[in-house]
Each structure stands twice: as C-alpha cells, then as structure tokens.
C-alpha cells in the first residue's frame, strides 16, 4: 500500500507540474502573439531562485503586463504574496484572468492605475521595477520606504536591447530619448548615497539595489 501510495503521489506531482508549464507556455504564447513584452527566461529565472534562496515573501510589482511573472513568483512557493500594479486596462484584465486561471488570487492582487500614485503603508521584500521605463527613478524615489530592511530592488531592461551601450543600434527619436533616460536611471543608482546596486547582464539586464 506504501509503494502505491508513493506512485499516486508522483503522478499527482507530474500532472500538477506539467499543467503548470501549460499555463504558463499559454500566457508566453499570448505575449507573443499580441507583442506583449515579458520577461526573458534567463531574467525570470534568476528572480525566481532569489526569490526561494533569500527567503522573499513579499512583493510589489511596477508594470503587471498581462501577470506572466507575478504568477511565476508566486508559484516559486506557497508563502509568497504580490501585490503587483498595471497602468494599461486591456492588459490589467487579461492579467487578473490569468492570474485566477492559475488559482492566484488569493497571493496575487492586481491594482489598476498609475503606479506612482498608490500609496502602501506596509513593506515588502522584494520591489521589482518593470514599468514604464522612463519613469523607473520616479517608481525607486516613490516606493524607496516601502522597502524592508534587507530588501531588494529589482529593475529589469537596463540594457534595452543592447541600446543602452550601443546608442547607434536606434535612429528612432523617441527610443534614443528612452534610452537616455534610462542610461540616467543606471547613473542615479551608481550614484545614489543610500544604496549598492549591482548589475547583471542577465536576460535585458538587471540591477540588484540593496539598502547600505
């Protein structure tokens, strides 16, 4: 009876996590379709091992897309809660559709509007930045309390499809004039008195900013 026992859960174990790769291949294919950007998998990946290794709980997400990785954090493990805030209506409804889909709404709540102006009087582990891009110091300065004592920000897009080193890769006006103010961006976290960042060339690049 053990031995079968042992076998039943295996399977349940396989199913459970094969149909989790379909929901999420689902929401990938989405994306792609209808050019809804998400995070590369080499990016998405690291976060979710930062998530399980230091233990997060608690995270705030600027730029909710269409849930594709609020859903991935909250399935790193069970004690993990988003709370996680898109500025686009279509993309905030096919958000909370994914994320009851994946039976997440009681650990993930998606907040419709702009991010810089809600207001949380609780902190989180985690702040993960992947917004509009041109407002990412904006987003750091408005949530820089809201940040646990070892906490972590977490911004995505540094590199910008390699433009941000190599400005001549865009002759598009409005892309040069984004990805000098996020080249400003990766000056004010260098640069800033109250904490360390480091970066990674990981996925679209990503920056670690800790409190010093």
Known sequence: ML?????????TAVFLYNNHMEEISQIKRFA??????????EGIDFICNYITEHDVKTILEIGTGIGYS??????????????TIEFDIERYHEAVKNVADNDLMDRIIVYLGDAA???FDRKFDLIFIDGPKAQYRKFFEHFQD???????????????????????????????KLVKKIRKYIDFLKTNPEFETEFLTLGDGIAITRKK
């Open 3 to 11: 031995n079968k026992n042992r076998g039943l859960v295996f399977k």
């Open 32 to 41: 792609k379709t209808h050019s809804v950007p998400i995070m590369k998998d």
């Open 70 to 83: 609020s859903i991935r954090f909250a399935k790193t493990k069970e004690d993990v809660f988003v709370s």
């Open 117 to 119: 102006t809600f207001n």
């Open 146 to 176: 809201n940040l646990s004592d070892k906490g972590v920000f977490i911004s995505d897009n540094l590199s910008f499809h390699g433009m941000v080193d190599d400005l001549s890769l865009t002759h598009n006006y409005s892309t040069i």
